[in-house]
């Protein structure tokens, strides 16, 4: 029985940044990497299935990514993943959520999982559709924004809990195997122990290219994908304004505006 | 004593790491070559470089290392850096004028920094770059008295300038002076906010004390003021200045039992709060119907043994809580409240630093996580129940153990591989390890463990010249 679990290497912004010159992202040595928070979750939900079952389970991870993801990838090491795979090549760069969606469904039909879980969004662009597509490029029910899980490895069928609008849940069987996009909160997230981490740097992590996985350079990059970043920018302040005076005159502000807007 | 090294050879650990946050912890004991290839390693990364220049806890030899660049951002970065020292942002500023920041604006940062020298405050003012960097300075406790003078001063010439009175009256610099002159001319808040700074001068309070507006009378109320005054504001109408007079320590006990009718909870609040109170009035609020003001007076060092046996019954498990944690609290109390039904009131008996030993292996039995957090942290606590609260599964707990001053060495080691890096990291200045044991910390895989693990070693170095 094998999990496979798609993480996310993201990108946070320091406070003061550059745009890079073409202006479609911005400048790299202002961002910080880390492991998307919702794949934290998926990963200890693969865990969770892992360590409560009596049959052999295989948790892998998969990224697509260039060397610096690595690191992410040793993190899911650290924290009990059996095996961690990139898939990189600089054709890939400027594909967007439905092609790398293309490409982790190519390493599940390489890998035959029984189960794929993905966050429900990256941090860093949002789209909330790289799970999903991955699901449609293999034929395979999904369902998103998981908060509960019930499933025995080796059974034809999970049953999920979705997290709805208005603290609504729906409770859902979904045939397996399946694509589950994960939600922050499903479970507790462990820290990796130290010992984890020591034999996760020895621990090789498998760099596989497009060609391993029956991909060519056409299937992939900004070419081939739906849609296209044009730029990046920061819109124009417009009806934001400070309120100025003393701490009593800004409390006093504060409150006439609230009152206004509850038509006091 | 295995471990005696000198400075350099720490130095030379924390280049060989190729860590840039190792370098910056010993950056302040190297000096000739060491000290130049440790200034190599962080310029050599433009990415670490914005991170150091940001970062809350690069020391401040390096900040002021590193406004030896030449990167606009990295300037920036450390104009808005609370750490960064004087002679940097002087640099930093002579910089600018000479157009080294390329278009990027440094000087109202410089203006708003609390380690801005007064002299260069002086100059910014003269050189007059427009409203918003002097209002800067006029927000800036740096600026002194005679500059925040000098900027009141530009009110009456132009209407713009008027915003300088109300950041003036806040900025704790402000002389009786400065503050006199805003008062005479401010509106309520301002005139408000006068009087609440720590040197407005008596006359300013005797003039407000005639004054009708509530705000100006809400900060009166807090400072030294008559007690006919006090006994006016009594009766005032707003709920915030008989709060006031309920909190002051001036106020006679003739009107303490006048606001004991208050209809106000919030009055209520304030007096159950009093070290003053007499047994009487404690033994009323006692009864309230306000379970916050009955909390306070649970929590009150001056009640009586005898009330906080009442309220050791309240319906209000806040309130029985309080009683635990109150350090009059008697053992025979910390006893029965040991055995509440509530957790969260058992939790302040094994937090409480009266429990004795007994009542502490009895919590230690259960399996609250706030009960045995309380246990983990108690000083009372047998070091073999320690020990084995420092292997529990729950962070909360294991910090329990890390924080408490009497968890020995042979108790702490095993929490030098805690999952948490926050853990690792408290241990770093824990007295009880000795320098051995911190060394590993030395090689931790997250870099603020690092970065404190080689601190803790270089302010050793500093202060000794060895490791023992």
Known sequence: MKILVAVKQVASLDEDFEMRVDKKDVEEDFLLYDLNEWDDFSLEEAMKIKESSDTEIEVVVVSVGPVRVDESLRKCLAKGADRAIRVWDETIEGSDSIVIGRILAAVAKKEVPDMV???????????????????????????????????????????????????????????????????????????????????????????????????????????????????????????????????????????????????? | MRVKKTAYTLVDKAISSGDVYNTAAVYGISDGRRRKLLENMVFSKRRELLRLASWAHTPTEVLQMLSDSDDSF?????????????????????????????????????????????????????????????????????????????????????????????SVASNPSASAEALKVIYDRGDAYTQAAVIAHANCPVLLLSLAESDSDVFVQRKLVCKCVKLDVLANLAENKDTAVRCGVASNELTPQSLIKKLMDDSSFEVRRRLAKRCDLQVADIER????????????????????????????????????????????????????????????????????????????????????????????????????????????????????????????????????????????????????????????????????????????????????????
């Open chain 1, 117 to 264: 879980f993905a966050g429900v969004q990256s941090s860093d662009q949002a789209y909330s559709s790289t799970g999903i597509s991955t699901a449609a490029y293999l034929d395979w029910p999904h369902a998103a924004v998981v908060a509960d899980l019930q499933y025995k490895p080796g059974s034809s069928s999970a049953v999920i809990r979705r997290e709805l609008e208005g603290g609504m849940l729906q409770e859902v069987e979904i045939n397996c195997p399946a694509v589950l996009t994960i939600q922050l909160g499903i479970n507790k997230p462990r820290y990796a122990s130290l010992r984890g981490i020591k034999q996760a740097a020895a621990k090789p992590i498998e760099e596989i290219s497009l060609a391993d996985i029956g991909l060519s350079p056409a299937d992939v990059g900004a070419g081939s994908s739906m849609s296209r970043v044009r730029r990046m920018y920061i819109p124009a302040k417009s009806r934001a304004q400070m309120i100025e005076g003393t701490i009593v005159e800004q409390v006093a502000k504060l409150i006439q505006i609230i009152n206004e807007f509850k038509g006091a």
């Open chain 2, 74 to 166: 990295v300037m920036l970065r450390l104009c808005k850096n609370p750490k960064t020292p004087s002679e940097a942002l002087t640099k930093l500023y002579v910089k600018s004028f000479k157009g080294s920041s390329k278009g990027v604006n440094l000087t109202t940062h410089i203006a708003k920094h609390q380690h801005t020298l007064t002299n260069l405050l002086a100059i910014i003012i003269h050189v007059n770059e427009g409203l918003e960097i002097l209002r800067a300075i006029s927000q800036n406790p740096s600026a002194n008295g005679q500059l925040l003078m000098e900027l009141l001063s530009y009110s009456p010439q132009d209407e713009k300038y008027k915003v300088f009175d109300k």
């Open chain 2, 285 to 468: 609020l006692m009864n309230d119907e306000d379970s916050w003001v009955r909390l306070w007076i649970a929590r009150n060092k001056i009640t009586p043994l005898r009330v906080l046996k009442v309220l050791s019954y309240d319906t209000c498990h806040e309130v029985r809580r309080a009683v635990a944690s109150n350090p009059r609290c008697p053992v025979v109390l910390l006893e029965a409240l040991a055995k509440d039904n509530n957790a969260w009131v058992r939790s302040a008996v094994a937090y409480q630093n009266k429990s004795p030993m007994r009542l502490l292996v009895d919590l230690a039995k259960e399996s609250n996580i706030d009960v045995l957090s309380g246990v983990a942290n108690n000083r009372h606590t047998p070091q073999s129940i320690l020990q084995e609260l420092a292997l529990s599964s729950e962070s909360d707990i294991r910090r329990g153990v890390i924080l408490n001053r009497n968890a020995r060495r042979t108790t702490l080691m095993p929490l030098l591989e805690d999952p948490y890096y926050l853990h690792r990291l408290m241990l770093v200045d824990n007295p009880m390890l000795n320098a051995d044991d911190k060394l590993q910390l030395c090689e931790d895989p997250d870099f603020n463990v690092r970065f404190a693990a080689y601190s803790w070693f270089a302010g050793l170095e500093k202060s000794t010249k060895t490791w023992v």
